[in-house]
């Protein structure tokens, strides 16, 4: 077993860990939702590499850089007595700030109803202020990699999310829904019917925070964003309804997107930064 979600089972093997490359996650349901195989899960089958992945369903960033959270990040980039030099940390954060249940406090009703423009369905202070936020957090991780003795140098990975369709399909397990949906339930309410609409506000959202995620890129140092926004194909509106090959609810990817976006984007970028060679494929 090469993924680990745990640090006492991942340190119990640790011997198995020092030939391989080292990979550390963090995140939300992108990386961490149970009854899906997603992106780290992926990365285990495509990679010959020791990952730790301490994501959490549901996690924002407020939650990652506070609290028991934010200390065993720390902990485990500060020193290498309770922790080891990595040779990556890849994040999936801020969908549940962007695109998740915090999208409620960032619409607006139009003083035009008919209006087709997505700007005019969101309140640009509350969108500046998420953004601002977000910035704000991802420094703090970046700050705790660039003070490390032994992770100074280590690169950091970020992902953009896909563009899709708000519908009201929320996370099953076998019949039950668990959770969701999160973005359709705050739109309907505002008079936000129309899918084209909704896409385009989901859009505008994630350009948003892939602009962002850039600037902060250019800023700093091995700080790499994986642009995944047209990663997956939007499920089609006169099929919101309908089963899915790519998604497997209103936010997430099935095992079939989790796979194409780990092999054809994840892969892809730790090669180019040379986190990882050919010979750490699996053949």
Known sequence: ??????????????????????????GDSWFS??????????????????????????DTLEELTAGLQFKKIKTLLESERFGQKWDALLLSVGGNDVIGPEIRGLLNAPADPASTNPDHYLNQEAVEQMFAVLDERLRQIIGLRDQSPINREMPIFIHTYSYLTPRDEGHKVLAWRIS???IHRYMVPLGITDCSLQQ?????????????????????NEFHVIDTRKSLEPVLCRNRKGSQKLWRDEIHPSRKGFARIAKSFFVPALLKAGVITDADLRR
């Not at 979600?5 to 030939?19: Q, V």
């Not at 939702?33 to 549901?58: K, M, N, T, V, Y």
């Open 180 to 182: 969701g949906p999160w």
């Open 1 to 26: 077993m090469a993924l680990f979600t745990d640090t006492d089972s991942y340190w119990a093997e640790s011997p198995s860990h020092i030939l391989k490359k080292r990979l550390l996650c963090e």
């Open 200 to 220: 385009a506000i989901v859009a505008k959202l994630l350009d948003g925070f892939h602009g962002r995620l850039e600037r902060i890129a250019d800023e700093t």
């Open 33 to 58: 939702i149970p009854s899906i195989a997603h992106i780290p899960l992926q990365l285990e089958a495509l990679l010959d590499a020791s990952i730790l992945c301490l994501a959490d369903p549901g």
